[in-house]
């Protein structure tokens, strides 16, 4: 073989191999890496919800080991926690002859009933001691106030009481917010939906949720999420 043809072959296959490399370079530039001005918000992952707990979520703990590997990609995490009052009135023991998922008329609207969960100052309303986040700055409670209920990080049920944390993100700077947790078609959705009110960017990492799709909530839940720009990732969409 000639100089000449060994360098065309060299150059040739040089270019196959810059080629061949391009699209491994464009997803991993297409990737996700959090910055100062995002915050990692982690929903309700607390006894209460996980296996053994007083309303759990069907694998509510195969999140945990996914959130432990996210959340050190993110400077900025807060967490929350349903902290509700014993006799709240979201629980069916709250109201005679009603058992738990049937509803009521409240004055803010149709409430699902619940079993007596996360009260306050229990273990079942503790953080769950696999979640390891020491860096997390802050816990922001919800669901306290004894006649309405909370899902959202950011509004209570009534959808008027604030819970503080729009003022908290807004005075941080932050734009984007990501969400793991539990549960998604409730305080997962609830809290993306309202932070997209809100003016954030919104982000559901849905492999670090599950759900308890009570009547095709569901569904649901990301059909409302998506008409309203939530954006829906999984955790391999980020660059950790």
């Keep these: 073989m000639s100089t000449l043809h060994r360098r065309d072959l060299i150059t040739l296959l040089a270019g196959a191999i810059a080629l061949a490399a391009v699209p491994a370079v464009v997803r991993a530039q297409s990737r996700i890496a959090p910055g100062d001005d995002d915050v990692l918000a982690v929903i309700d992952v607390q006894n209460c919800f996980l296996p053994g707990g007083t309303l759990p979520v069907p694998e509510g703990d195969k999140i945990i080991p996914i959130i432990n590997r996210l959340a050190p990609a993110f400077r900025n995490v807060v967490i929350t926690q349903d902290w509700h009052t014993p006799g709240h009135i979201s629980f069916a023991s709250s109201h005679p002859g009603k058992k738990p998922f049937d509803t009521v008329t409240l004055p ?17 309303a503790e953080v769950h001691k696999e979640l390891r986040i020491p860096h997390a700055q802050l816990i922001i409670r919800k669901g306290y106030r004894q006649h309405v209920d909370s899902y959202s990080a950011f509004l209570e049920a009534d959808r008027k009481t604030k819970t503080g944390l729009t003022g908290y993100l807004q005075e941080r700077g932050f734009k984007r917010v990501f969400l793991v947790g539990l549960a998604t078609d409730f305080c997962v959705a609830w809290s993306a939906l309202d932070a997209r009110r809100a003016g954030f960017d919104a982000f559901v990492i849905e492999d670090a949720t599950r759900g308890i799709d009570a009547g095709g909530s569901l569904g649901k839940a990301w059909t409302d999420m998506a008409t309203a ?12």
């Design 108 to 124: 803010y609207g149709t409430q699902v009933l619940w079993p007596d969960h996360c009260i306050q100052g229990t273990a079942d």
């Design 229 to 240: 720009g939530v954006r829906r990732i999984t955790s391999s969409d980020l660059r950790l």
